[in-house]
């Protein structure tokens, strides 16, 4: 890619993420298109930024289990942010619900990008660190997971009845991730590539949300420990990035040209766990002394038991990370203010 992109269609832009990056790039001027399932988001979205409506339109992309859901909405584009992806535990087939919509949908994209008439120079894929990590594996403080690694998970692992959710969404990002890098390797088409695997990405909120039910997955967990969860959940991964600067790592994915072909690992540079959220909502929060949980030893920093590299990210594509306490106050002051 050497052009600078002017209009980005952005898929699952009324989701948590995707609201972030579609903020981000209207910020720097470009035009955005915004995908989504329910022209009501959209039209919520769009009527909450009022000094936007010349650069910012909403297409109706049905269920990704449908082939060919993109075909229509590519016209003008040139470029692509595909972040929509199945994210939810609460399922009744996994494969049906979680695997197949990740991979069809990543294929979809690539393919109504590649369709003669197009003029897409990139495509930026948002994966997870769930398709990195191996958590089955206890490597230590000397290891450091990097964009290079690769979850070990089999795709009949993952799809495997007996496969709880979280293990087929782990399997439904590395599969589709991988559909992406392999359709760039077998049909050449006239764009790049850029990856992003980020860990637990937690944040105050841009897209609709009706109530604290609909909070996305990540949120609702970090909200949970403000309303008095007991026990504390443990944290699957220490890793965590703010939403914010998740979005930023992806336009910037998206306009340094020398990003292309490249995976990255986008996660702050300190680690997380609920204890510690649990501790600074409890010290930035009147409200919510007495009603977080004491059922906890408090008073401890989280540290990683592994390495994990998100200075790559910090270098090559310029992101400042926040700290964990800014993102905790940010959101939990949020949620607390409009929705609870
Ligand atoms: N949050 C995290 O901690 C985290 C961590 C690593 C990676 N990720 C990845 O980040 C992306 C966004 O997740 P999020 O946290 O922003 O969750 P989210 O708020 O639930 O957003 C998911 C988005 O995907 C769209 N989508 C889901 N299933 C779909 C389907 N079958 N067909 C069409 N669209 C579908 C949704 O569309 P509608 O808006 O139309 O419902 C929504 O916009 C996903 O790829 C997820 O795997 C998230």
Same mark, same amino acid.
């Given at each position: 890619?050497?052009?600078?992109?002017?209009?980005?269609?952005?898929?699952?832009?009324?989701?948590?993420?995707?609201?972030?990056?579609?903020?981000?790039?209207?910020?720097?001027?470009?035009?955005?298109?915004?995908?989504?399932?329910?022209?009501?988001?959209?039209?919520?979205?769009?009527?909450?930024?009022?000094?936007?409506?010349?650069?910012?339109?909403?297409?109706?992309?049905?269920?990704?289990?449908?082939?060919?859901?993109?075909?229509?909405?590519?016209?003008?584009?040139?470029?692509?942010?595909?972040?929509?992806?199945?994210?939810?535990?609460?399922?009744?087939?996994?494969?049906?619900?979680?695997?197949?919509?990740?991979?069809?949908?990543?294929?979809?994209?690539?393919?109504?990008?590649?369709?003669?008439?197009?003029?897409?120079?990139?495509?930026?894929?948002?994966?997870?660190?769930?398709?990195?990590?191996?958590?089955?594996?206890?490597?230590?403080?000397?290891?450091?997971?990097?964009?290079?690694?690769?979850?070990?998970?089999?795709?009949?692992?993952?799809?495997?009845?007996?496969?709880?959710?979280?293990?087929?969404?782990?399997?439904?990002?590395?599969?589709?991730?991988?559909?992406?890098?392999?359709?760039?390797?077998?049909?050449?088409?006239?764009?790049?590539?850029?990856?992003?695997?980020?860990?637990?990405?937690?944040?105050?909120?841009?897209?609709?949300?009706?109530?604290?039910?609909?909070?996305?997955?990540?949120? #609702?967990? *970090?909200?949970?420990? /403000?309303? !008095?969860?007991?026990? +504390? &959940?443990? $944290?699957?991964? @220490?890793?965590?990035?703010?939403?914010?600067?998740?979005?930023?790592?992806?336009?910037? #994915?998206? *306009?340094?040209?020398? /990003?292309? !072909?490249?995976?990255? +690992? &986008?996660? $702050?540079?300190? @680690?997380?766990?609920?204890?510690?959220?649990?501790?600074?909502?409890?010290?930035?929060?009147?409200?919510?002394?007495?009603?977080?949980?004491?059922?906890?030893?408090?008073?401890?920093?989280?540290?990683?038991?592994?390495?994990?590299?998100?200075?790559?990210?910090?270098?090559?594509?310029?992101?400042?990370?926040?700290?964990?306490?800014?993102?905790?106050?940010?959101?939990?002051?949020?949620?607390?203010?409009?929705?609870?």
């Amino acid at each position: 890619m050497t052009a600078q992109p002017s209009y980005v269609l952005v898929t699952g832009a009324t989701g948590f993420i995707g609201a972030h990056v579609v903020d981000n790039l209207l910020a720097k001027g470009l035009k955005v298109r915004g995908s989504t399932r329910s022209i009501k988001k959209g039209e919520q979205m769009k009527a909450a930024r009022p000094q936007y409506a010349s650069q910012l339109d909403f297409v109706v992309v049905e269920d990704f289990t449908k082939i060919g859901v993109f075909d229509s909405v590519m016209e003008g584009i040139d470029a692509v942010i595909h972040v929509a992806s199945p994210f939810f535990y609460n399922t009744t087939n996994n494969e049906e619900e979680l695997i197949l919509p990740a991979i069809n949908g990543v294929k979809s994209i690539l393919k109504a990008s590649a369709k003669a008439g197009t003029n897409v120079k990139r495509i930026v894929l948002t994966s997870s660190f769930a398709s990195i990590v191996d958590v089955n594996s206890t490597p230590g403080p000397d290891f450091t997971y990097t964009a290079q690694n690769w979850n070990p998970l089999t795709y009949e692992a993952a799809a495997a009845p007996t496969a709880t959710s979280v293990v087929a969404y782990r399997g439904s990002k590395k599969y589709a991730e991988l559909a992406a890098w392999d359709f760039i390797k077998t049909e050449k088409p006239p764009f790049d590539l850029v990856t992003l695997c980020p860990p637990m990405v937690f944040g105050p909120v841009v897209h609709p949300v009706a109530n604290i039910e609909s909070l996305n997955e990540s949120n #609702a967990g *970090l909200w949970a420990v /403000a309303a !008095g969860v007991d026990p +504390l &959940p443990g $944290a699957r991964v @220490p890793a965590w990035i703010d939403a914010r600067d998740l979005a930023e790592a992806h336009v910037q #994915a998206l *306009l340094r040209p020398e /990003a292309g !072909g490249k995976r990255f +690992l &986008p996660a $702050a540079l300190e @680690p997380f766990s609920y204890e510690y959220a649990a501790d600074i909502i409890k010290s930035k929060f009147q409200w919510a002394k007495g009603v977080v949980t004491e059922n906890y030893v408090s008073g401890t920093k989280p540290s990683f038991p592994y390495g994990v590299d998100g200075r790559t990210v910090a270098d090559e594509l310029g992101v400042k990370y926040r700290t964990f306490e800014v993102t905790v106050v940010d959101f939990i002051g949020q949620v607390k203010e409009n929705l609870a």
